[in-house]
């Protein structure tokens, strides 16, 4: 009798690593009835571009796909392991509708800010300009096809040491932020196993989502060119500079180096988002506060200073 797998569970690793860990979570979530399918990439290749990486996965995906074609697909990645799915299935939309889940662990699909800084201007510092990306437009079209678990760590109160919580989120998806859980740790920590789990068992269907004000003004921040998000650690030093109805604000601040930081502020004057500019896009951020300020003038009680 031929063997037929229930589920393929898709795997993969991230930057600076290798299939070792991600496996260990893949075996810990499978049964008997589980093809696990962790493409090593080399830990040394995952600094030097993303495209080879992309090709080596999408040619064994092609294959998984030829041998079992009705076997549906339960696909995690763990940080740039995620984003190498993202590319894949932004490629291959044939691909959507065999897929049972996503989970995306730690990736910064808003583009990673340590990357950013590495390459701010993306002109291709090893693989930094494939990190620094923001994917989040392509990843919209996915998510409201593909059911979608987004997984983050909070060790230091607004990252998991590594990746901005912010940097994580998206609009058509469920969200799990795990305390006191460190980047690195995230590729293969016992929790994963109960909130995947519990996430696999509800028979996950697209996530619906109804956009609210401070929403809205996040997603313009976030297609500003340049933007990057951020940590919120200095959302204190941060001064309104569009306020809006209830409560809501935008809050500028320069850092020692004049890198421009944008911040949403709530009414009860918690961060809901934290970005930046690099200096070349600096004007940009600033046409485009003009261009927020133009749409919702009816809202906005000027706090320039």
């Known amino acids: 009798m031929n063997y037929r797998p229930d589920f393929i569970l898709f795997a993969q690793h991230g930057w600076a690593d290798t299939n070792e860990e991600i496996r260990k979570l893949a075996t810990k979530l499978a049964n008997d009835k589980t093809l696990i399918i962790s493409p090593n990439l080399g830990c040394l290749k995952t600094w030097l571009s993303m495209e080879p990486l992309i090709e080596k996965v999408t040619e064994q995906a092609e294959e998984i796909s030829q041998k079992y074609p009705q076997t549906p697909w339960r696909i995690m990645g763990h940080s740039m392991g995620g984003l190498i799915w993202l590319e894949i299935l932004h490629q291959n939309p044939q691909w959507w509708g065999k897929i049972h889940s996503l989970v995306l662990i730690g990736s910064p699909v808003g583009g990673a800010d340590l990357a950013r800084i590495i390459d701010p201007l993306s002109i291709g510092v090893g693989v930094a300009a494939d990190l620094g990306k923001n994917r989040r437009l392509q990843a919209d079209r996915i998510t409201k096809i593909v059911p979608t678990l987004v997984i983050a760590g909070n060790s230091d109160n607004g990252s998991d040491g590594t990746i901005p919580i912010s940097s994580t989120k998206?609009?058509?998806?469920?969200?799990?932020?795990?305390?006191?859980?460190?980047?690195?740790?995230?590729?293969?920590?016992?929790?994963?196993?109960?909130?995947?789990?519990?996430?696999?068992?509800?028979?996950?269907?697209?996530?619906?989502?109804?956009?609210?004000?401070?929403?809205?003004?996040?997603?313009?921040?976030?297609?500003?060119?340049?933007m990057t998000d951020a940590h919120s650690r200095d959302f204190e030093k941060a001064k309104a500079y569009l306020n809006f109805e209830r409560g809501i604000s935008i809050k500028l601040w320069k850092n020692p180096l004049n890198v421009l930081h944008v911040f949403v502020s709530s009414e009860q004057e918690q961060c809901l988002y934290a970005g930046f500019v690099g200096w070349i896009h600096s004007d940009g951020l600033y046409q485009g506060l003009e261009a927020i300020h133009q749409d919702y003038y009816e809202l906005v009680i000027h706090g320039l200073d």
């Open 170 to 226: 998206l609009t058509y998806s469920y969200f799990v932020c795990l305390p006191n859980i460190s980047h690195s740790q995230l590729k293969n920590h016992p929790t994963l196993v109960d909130v995947i789990e519990k996430f696999w068992e509800t028979s996950p269907t697209p996530a619906l989502f109804e956009k609210d004000f401070p929403t809205v003004l996040i997603e313009r921040l976030q297609l500003i060119p340049g």
